[in-house]
Every structure is written in C-alpha cells, then in structure tokens.
C-alpha cells in the first residue's frame, strides 16, 4: 500500500453546473455519478482533498489567446445555448466551470510540486484536450492539460513535461499547442479512424520546427482492443518517454475505449485499463521520482465511468482491491 496521504483527488460539485443537457454526451450526471461512487465505496476518505480554485487567467493566456477567452467568456455571460459549433454546449456557468477545471489542475500541481503529494487524479469538468489556442472542439474550452504543462514550466521552474493521453480520440488541443516546443513531450495513444473525427494523430504527425520528435502518435485500429494496445505501450509509448527523461507527468485520460461506451469502437476490457494505469505509475517511478497527475477526460457511459475512475484512482494510490 502506498503512503497515507501521497494521492490526492480533486472533486468540486461547482463543476456540475457547466449544464448540457442530460442528452449531451458529457452531461453532468457523468461527474456526478463519479463522485457518488468514491464516495460510496469509501475511496474518497482514503484520499487527500484538494480544493478547486479558479485558474488566475494569467495561466489561461499561457496557453490560450485574449481574444478566444474574452469570447469564451462573453459568450456564457449572454447566455448563448452553444461556443463555436453546436457539440460545444454552454450555459451562463460554463465559463466559470471551466476556470474551475482548470484550476483544480493547477491546485494538483502545486500540492506535488511542494511534497505534499506524489500523485493526483482531478474529476473535473469540462474536459479540455481538445481546445486548441482559440477554438473551442469537442466538448472542450481551455486545455486544462496544456495549462498545467505550461504552469509546471513557468511558475515551478520545470523544465521537460511529458504528456502521455489516453483518451480513444486524439488531443488535437495538445499537439496543436505544443507541436514545435522540444521541451514538451505529447504521446496520444487513440482509434483511428475514430467516426473521421477529430481527423488528427497520425503516425507521420511528429511535430514541427523544433519540436520536431516531441510528438509521438500511436493510432490504432477500431476494434483491435488490449492485445494492440498492450504491445503500442511497450514498444512506442513507454521507450519515448523514458528516452526524454520527464520531471513530471501529466496524464489525459480517457476512458471512452471501454468496450462500454459508444463513443468509439476499440473494445478496451477493464483489465486493459488497469494496465494502462498500472503503466502510469511505473512510468512515474522511473523517470520524475513518482510525480504524477491524472485529469479526467472522456468516458461517456455513466454506468461504467465510475467503476473505471474508482479502479484507477486505486491503481494510482496502491490501493488495488
């Protein structure tokens, strides 16, 4: 078992006011039912609570443009039913969840960073992989990943982040960002083609100018499933991040390849999730002395979400059942 109190978790019920409908993929009730499983199976209690603050937007224009904040923002205060395409559904609080969001990230940062902890999942929401500097995708606003990585480097001194993303869909929002920095490592591991959508993260797709190298896509086929994804960690993932030799991790995960959910069609089994966490921590341990942060993503069936957050949070802490 790992040391009491070395994982942290970050949970902000605010976050259930960003409203989409209880049609809409990533609906509150996800989250919800997230927070009612720790709770109810004692996980939680377990767990250091760290408390959400809203992201200083000075982190936020580390990473996104004035102008797509000031939209963003503009957008809820006029209560508009939708940001920049009609997947994008917001509410008057969407914007100020989405600060939320990203701030609890940042919260996570600073409690590893100073000791406290070694390793984070944030059960947040909106999800942000998708957003780009100044577009909205995917049910996405601010990339709270890209943020953290960008907040690690200017406010704690970090010099080489990786970035390892889980999620079945590929973070254009990452890979965007970072594409020409060598200082910022982006693996995706994703289906494609995913329903064609969002159209990036081939093999080719390697970065550019500098960055050239940093960026590392593993597509895999649909309904390939754990044998394939098993074998594209062990020989592509894992070697390209030990190579780069990170100070800290940051994971985008995803659950949304569960054979569960309809969101994509990879067929990933539970026990392939569990390996991909298992993988998480080993990476953690080798290469940035345990440090560790995991934010939630996709995963869009809230009858299995919750069992799948539950065994990687546990995983994360060294508290398998």
Not at 130 to 152: P, Q, T
Not at 181 to 197: G, R
Request: with cysteine; proline share 5%; hydrophobic share 40%.
């Amino acid at each position: 078992m790992d040391e009491m109190g070395k994982t942290g978790l970050v949970c902000d019920k605010r976050c259930l006011l960003h409203d989409t409908g209880d049609h809409h993929p990533e609906s509150s009730g996800r989250l919800r039912a997230v927070y009612a499983r720790l709770e109810g199976s004692g996980l939680a209690a377990q767990l250091v609570q760290i408390e959400a603050q809203p992201a200083n937007q000075r982190w936020i224009e580390a990473v996104h443009n004035i102008h797509y904040i000031r939209k963003f923002e503009d957008a809820c205060l006029y209560g508009l039913p939708d940001f920049e395409h009609p997947d994008n559904v917001i509410c008057r609080d969407s914007y100020d969840a989405a600060l939320l969001s990203a701030g609890g990230v940042l919260e996570a940062v600073d409690a590893v960073m100073s000791g406290q902890l070694d390793r984070v999942f944030c059960a947040l929401r909106p999800p942000g992989h998708h957003a780009e500097r100044d577009k909205s995708m995917g049910f996405c606003y601010f990339n709270n990943v890209a943020i953290a990585a960008r907040y690690l480097q200017q406010r704690h001194g970090v010099e080489k982040v990786a970035i390892i993303d889980f999620d079945v869909h590929h973070g254009n929002g990452i890979q965007h960002i970072f594409e020409d920095d060598p200082t910022v490592l982006y693996c995706s591991l994703h289906e494609h083609p995913s329903f064609a959508w969002p159209g990036t993260g081939r093999d080719f797709e390697e970065g550019t100018g500098a960055g050239e190298g940093f960026t590392c896509n593993v597509p895999v086929l649909p309904g390939r499933g754990d044998k394939e994804y098993r074998v594209a960690v062990e020989t592509r993932i894992k070697p390209k991040v030990q190579a780069f030799q990170p100070e800290f991790l940051l994971v985008a995960m995803g659950f949304d390849a569960h054979v569960d959910d309809l969101m994509a069609d990879i067929q990933l089994t539970t026990e392939g999730f569990d390996f991909l966490s298992r993988t998480l921590v080993e990476l953690a341990e080798c290469c940035t002395g345990g440090r560790l942060i995991s934010v939630l993503e996709g995963g869009y069936n809230p009858q299995t979400l919750p069992g799948l957050v539950e065994r990687h949070l546990r995983i994360l802490a060294g508290l398998e059942k």
